[in-house]
């Protein structure tokens, strides 16, 4: 039998992620209604990921799913939101149903672990596409922005970086994957965990935060230029995860400092706090599996400045990934 779109709609997302009782009406209508709750504000987010471009070709449907609403999620934590709900634009090639389910089921797993609700979309065919707008929720007024970071301001970053990229780099050597630290590199490329709670928790303490997509160096300018300042991170310091420094030890790219500096896809949190708040970020996330680690300083000079072990400036591009480079 052959999927028509009502048939894909009512089969693969009708239902589909954590139901939640601040939804009116979900997929079903012309549009969804939902409660905000009085004192808290909308915090929305939107990201596409195109086949070929944001993800390489044989990347499994499941994996696609997750990821593209795993990207929204690391938005809005970005921001200190909890987030609730979410609506899915999927443009596919086919009405295949055994890709459709791996799909739905890539996405539900992550939108019921992150108590997400799928509340509409919209289904087209054609060059695979997934466009995800996920939707949270602040207290008023306790949204973290990028604008926030003062001189003197301690710079950290949570969980690992590098992992994805140096999976991406992998794949596009042709190189296989069938270590466990291979697999442990795929899966940070292809299901990047959202800092959702660490996010959420670092409201009020975080003086400014950016989600890294584009790789560290690419994102923390970003949170320079909006703050007006500029900083000083240590190369050394940057989090590498144990899988990340063997598999670099096995391809000969000495510390891959360069990889964990610039490369993208690490969906980790960078933000800065207060020298003085220095402990209570430490006792925070000694409550998080991810670890958070402590890279730099902002200084009121512009720019960035990545020290080398040798006492030497590292030299740094623009980096990060622009699709409108030549
Ligand atoms: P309309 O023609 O009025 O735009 P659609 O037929 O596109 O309506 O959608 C019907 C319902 O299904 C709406 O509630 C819409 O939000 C929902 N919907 C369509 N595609 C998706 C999808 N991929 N994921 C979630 N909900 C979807
Ligand atoms: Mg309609």
């Not at 939101?81 to 799909?103: G, S, Y």
């Not at 991406?168 to 442990?184: E, I, K, N, V």
């Not at 990545?306 to 480079?325: C, I, K, N």
Request: aromatic share 6%; charged share 20%; proline share 5%.
């Amino acid at each position: 039998m052959t999927l028509s779109e009502f048939d894909i709609i009512r089969r693969y997302f009708s239902a589909a992620g954590a139901p939640r009782a601040d939804v009116a009406v979900g997929v079903g209508d012309d549009a969804a209604v939902v409660e905000v709750p009085p004192g808290q504000q909308l915090v929305l987010a939107m990201d596409t990921l195109v086949g070929g471009v944001h993800f390489p070709d044989d990347t499994s449907a499941d994996d696609i799913a997750y990821k593209a609403l795993a990207v929204n999620l690391s938005d809005l934590a970005a921001m200190g939101a909890e987030p609730v709900w979410a609506t899915l634009a999927l443009t596919a090639p086919r009405n295949d149903p055994v890709w459709l389910a791996a799909f739905a089921e890539g996405f539900n797993a992550l939108a019921r672990a992150a108590d997400v609700q799928l509340i509409g979309g919209d289904t087209t065919r054609g060059p695979l596409t997934v466009t995800v707008q996920a939707h949270g929720l602040v207290p008023r007024g306790r949204a973290v922005l990028r604008g926030g970071a003062r001189p003197g301001d301690v710079i950290f970053v949570t969980g690992s970086l590098g992992d994805a990229g140096l999976a991406l780099q992998r794949w596009r050597q042709g190189l296989p994957s069938f270590s466990a630290d291979h697999t442990y590199l795929a899966a940070r490329l292809n299901r990047p965990s959202p800092r959702i709670h660490e996010g959420v928790a670092l409201r009020g303490l975080a003086s400014a935060m950016i989600d890294i997509s584009d790789g560290l160096a690419a994102d923390l300018s970003h949170l320079l230029a909006a703050s007006a300042v500029g900083a000083r991170i240590e190369l050394a310091a940057l989090p590498r995860s144990e899988a990340f420094a063997r598999v670099c030890a096995e391809m000969g790219e000495a510390q891959g400092a360069q990889i964990a500096l610039s490369a993208g896809d690490d969906y980790e949190l960078c933000f800065t706090a207060p020298a003085a708040r220095h402990a209570a970020v430490t006792a925070l996330f000694a409550g998080f599996d991810c670890g958070c680690q402590a890279i730099g300083l902002i200084e009121a000079q512009a720019g960035l400045r990545v020290w080398q072990d040798d006492g030497t400036l590292l030299s740094v591009g623009r980096g990060g990934y622009d699709h409108f480079a030549s």
